[in-house]
């Protein structure tokens, strides 16, 4: 089987012929590679030449690329700083008074910002290896767009003091996650992940995401069927057993599990119903292990996983400054 396949394969509940292989890795690969983030966030070329040379170089089933949780916000008019060597930072959010919310119409999501440079990178990395590898296009959900337009302490309030601001805000968000799903289509992608991390339970209560953003994690996906796309992650970070039952009812087809959740315990609870990518963690194991301790740990997350619908990756991202020598050790271990 290819990595295309083998992914693919586990995705609708098939069988694979090893475990597959798709780590949360990119801005990681861009510092293995020496090539400064400022770089990497800002030119097509660099940053399909990183996903292109580190799939090459390690043999992943698959790759997902990003421009950062800025994307969104910063193609609707928010100011962003680009670090030399790090990732884009919002300076200035465009919707610090939820009555100018209209305003923000004016935006083309899908056109704004380094939203073409994105599609034109992940575009590219499908051309070069997307016929034999799984290719993940990385997007954010409703509640990271509106924390990133609002400001994530402002949000928070607000879905205490302010609750119908805020349906009217994720409403608008879920617009620019689909206009910007739809945009993503024509890169060619074979996956599109959303990125949801303030939907934690960390951040939020369970409570508060089935009120406030489930039901539009629902009204997203469902949108998402008819454009043509056939495999949808979410990414949560956290213990999401909590929410878990919700995450699976908005008809994503995996979800990311995070380091702190048991991997047998997700199992158990998703019973089938969706396949699941984790879950080893990205700064004790990938960042401060060496390879003989990510061999072992991998190993052991094999045995846990096996007859499940299960990924192996990171439980969130790869940072820069991972050895490459760990990324090469979760490989081998998963070909062995």
């Known amino acids: 089987m290819t990595g295309r396949q083998r ?14 292989v798709l780590p949360i890795v990119h801005t990681g690969l861009a510092r293995m590679q020496g090539v400064p983030l400022g770089r990497y966030f800002t ?14 170089d390690l043999g992943l089933d698959g790759v997902q690329l990003t421009m950062g949780v800025a994307g969104e916000a910063e193609a609707l008019g928010a100011t962003v700083e680009q670090p030399s060597d790090g990732a884009p930072l919002i300076k200035q959010h465009p919707l610090k008074d939820v009555g100018r919310l209209d305003d923000l119409r004016q935006f083309d999501p899908a056109a704004g910002g380094r939203m073409p440079m994105y599609h034109a990178a992940v575009a590219e990395t ?3 290896i997307g016929e034999d590898t799984f290719v993940v296009s990385t997007l954010r959900g409703p509640l990271n767009i509106a924390s990133q337009l609002r400001g994530v302490e402002d949000m928070l309030v607000d879905m205490i003091d302010n609750p119908g601001a805020v349906e009217r805000v994720l409403d608008f968000a879920t617009e620019v996650a689909i206009r910007c799903a739809q945009a993503s289509l024509e890169s060619g992608a074979h996956g599109l992940a959303f990125g949801e991390a303030t939907c934690s339970p960390n951040f939020i209560s369970p409570a508060m995401y089935r009120r406030f953003v489930q039901p539009r994690h629902v009204r997203l996906i ?20 909590p929410i878990i039952d919700d995450l699976i009812a908005t008809g994503a087809d995996w979800l990311d599990v995070d380091y702190q959740v048991p991997a047998a315990k997700a199992i158990e609870r998703a019973a089938g119903r969706v396949a699941l990518r984790g879950n080893l963690d990205p700064v004790a194991v990938f960042l401060h292990g060496d390879p003989q301790q990510v061999m072992a740990r991998t ?16 439980g969130c991202d790869i940072p820069p400054g991972s050895p490459r020598e760990n990324l090469a050790a979760f490989v081998a271990a998963a070909g062995n």
Not at 229 to 239: A, E, I, K, T, Y
Not at 299 to 314: F, H, K, M, P, Q
């Open 299 to 314: 190993t052991e997350l094999i045995r846990e996983v096996a007859d499940s619908r299960w990924i192996l990756s990171s």
């Open 126 to 128: 499908v051309r070069r």
């Open 222 to 241: 469902a949108a998402l069927r008819p454009m043509g796309w056939r495999h949808v992650g979410l990414h949560v970070c956290g213990n999401i057993l």
């Open 43 to 56: 030119d097509a070329n660099a940053m399909a030449d990183v996903i292109v040379a580190g799939c090459r």
């Open 7 to 20: 992914i693919e394969s586990v995705l609708v509940g098939g069988a694979a012929d090893r475990a597959a």
